[in-house]
C-alpha cells in the first residue's frame, strides 16, 4: 500500500466516524466489541408507547368505574395533578358511582369540620380555621379549592385521612418508645414492617435529604408506616361502615406508587378491586409502580398576591410580630418596619399566621389593601398605623 493510499484511508475513517481501518479489527476485538453489545442490550430498559392507542379520560373513567378503591396521587404543589383528582371523581359521579373523598391534606382530628362544611353549616374560611389548615399543611388551599367545593356541591363525605402532627411529630423526635400511654391509644393497632422493598425505598429517601447522617432512620422509617398505616386504617373503618360507597384517596405519590404505602395495607384490612393512578411526567414508566400514568398538560394557578414580609410565629403579643421584610415588597414601600405587629388585613382580625393567609387567599399582584400594624415606641406610647399596601 503506498503512502498516499494508506494516508487517504486514514483521512477516511476520521472524516467518516469508521473508528479505525477496518484491515486493523482483530477477531478478539470484535468479540469483546460482540460482548459488550450483549450486555448493553440485556440491560437497555426501553419503554414503548403506542401513539395510535393514547388515550383520554374517559377512557380512564371507565377502566376504574368497578374499582371500590381508587387511588389518585399527587404532588401536593401541582395544581394539574389536582385537577385530573377532580376529574376523575367527576367522571365517576357521571358513571352513576356513590362516592367518598379521602384526603391526605387533613387531618383526623378534625373529621368534624368537614362533615359540617359538606352538609353546609361553615363556609369555606371557617373550614380553614377549623381544620388548621394553613397551621397544619401550607400548601395553597386553591390547589385542593375545586375538589372541596364539588364535594360540597354534591353532598360527597370528605374523609380526614391524616394523623395528627403532634403524634408523628412525637414519634420522628423519640420513635414508639417514647410515647406514654395515652398517645399509644392513637396509633394504628396493625403495623406491617415486614415488606424490605418498602423500608429500601424510603432508606433511599432518607439519604437524599441534607442532614440525614444527623438524624435517626429508624424514627424517619416509623413515622412513615405511621403515616401509611394510620391513613390506611381510617379509610378501612369508613369503608366497613359503608359498603355501598367508592372511595377515591387523594395523597401523595410516595404514599401510593409500588402499592407499598396506603394501598396494601388498607386492602389488606379490606380487600377490594383497586387502581393506583399517578402522574408519568418526570418519572421512569414502571409498569410495578402504578395501574395508570397520567400526562396532563403545565397548568399553574394564577399568582397570588404577596405582601412580602418574613413572620415571627412564636412570639406572644398582639396580632402577628414582622422580622423580615423583601426588597421590593409592597409592605416595605407603604412603610412597614420590622418589629411592626400586623393587627388587620381588610378589617380583618389578624391573630396568627393563618388569619393572614385567609386574609389574602383571592388577593392578586398589584392589588391594594388596608394594613393595620402596631408600632412599639420607646418613646411616647405605641402608635397604630393604617398602611396601604400593594401587593406583589
Not at 366497613?240 to 360507597?245: E, M
Request: glycine share 10%; charged share 25%.
Amino acid at each position: 500500500m503506498s503512502h498516499n493510499t494508506h494516508s487517504a484511508m486514514v483521512l477516511a475513517a476520521t472524516l467518516f466516524g469508521f473508528g479505525g481501518l477496518a484491515c486493523s479489527t482483530s477477531m478478539a476485538d470484535r468479540t469483546t466489541f460482540a460482548h459488550d453489545a450483549k450486555d448493553a442490550l440485556a440491560a437497555n430498559d426501553t419503554r414503548v408507547v403506542e401513539s395510535a392507542r393514547l388515550l383520554g379520560m374517559d377512557w380512564l373513567i371507565g377502566r376504574l368505574a368497578d374499582r371500590r378503591l381508587v387511588f389518585v396521587g399527587e404532588r401536593h404543589d401541582r395544581y394539574a395533578d389536582h385537577l385530573n383528582q377532580l376529574a376523575i371523581i367527576q367522571g365517576l359521579v357521571a358513571r352513576g358511582k356513590r362516592l367518598a373523598i379521602g384526603m391526605e391534606c387533613f387531618q383526623q382530628p378534625f373529621q368534624g369540620a368537614l362533615d359540617d362544611y359538606v352538609a353546609g353549616r361553615i363556609d369555606e374560611v371557617e373550614l380553614l380555621r377549623r381544620t388548621q389548615y394553613f397551621d397544619r399543611w401550607r400548601f395553597d388551599y386553591r390547589l385542593y379549592r375545586p375538589i372541596l367545593r364539588y364535594a360540597r356541591a354534591h353532598k360527597i363525605p370528605l374523609i380526614a385521612l391524616n394523623l395528627p402532627a403532634e403524634l408523628t411529630g412525637k414519634v420522628g423526635a423519640l420513635g414508639i418508645d417514647g410515647l406514654d400511654a395515652a398517645d399509644r391509644t392513637s396509633i394504628p393497632a396493625e403495623i406491617d414492617r415486614g415488606d424490605p422493598a418498602y423500608r429500601d425505598r424510603l432508606r433511599a429517601v432518607f439519604d437524599q435529604h441534607p442532614g440525614a447522617e444527623h438524624r435517626n432512620f429508624e424514627h424517619f422509617l416509623v413515622v412513615q408506616l405511621l403515616w401509611d398505616e394510620g391513613m390506611a386504617e381510617r379509610a378501612a373503618k369508613y369503608l366497613k361502615a359503608h359498603p355501598d360507597r367508592t372511595l377515591v384517596v387523594l395523597a401523595g405519590a410516595g404514599h401510593l406508587e409500588y402499592g407499598q404505602g396506603i394501598p396494601q395495607r388498607l386492602l389488606r384490612r379490606v380487600p377490594a378491586p383497586a387502581a393506583v393512578v399517578l402522574n408519568g411526567t418526570d418519572r421512569a414508566l414502571d409498569r410495578e409502580a402504578a395501574d395508570y400514568f397520567l400526562f396532563p398538560a403545565s397548568v399553574e394557578l394564577p399568582a397570588s398576591g404577596l405582601l412580602g414580609i418574613q413572620l415571627d410565629e412564636d412570639t406572644p403579643g398582639e396580632g402577628v410580630r414582622v422580622v423580615g421584610l423583601g426588597e421590593g415588597s409592597g409592605a416595605k414601600a407603604a412603610g412597614m418596619d420590622e418589629g411592626d405587629r400586623i393587627l388587620s388585613i381588610e378589617g380583618q382580625p389578624v391573630a396568627r399566621y393563618a388569619d393572614i393567609r385567609i386574609a389574602l387567599l383571592d388577593a392578586s399582584p398589584g392589588q391594594r389593601l388596608s394594613v393595620e400594624v402596631l408600632r412599639k415606641r420607646l418613646v411616647g406610647g405605641d402608635q397604630r398605623l393604617t398602611l396601604e399596601v400593594e401587593l406583589h
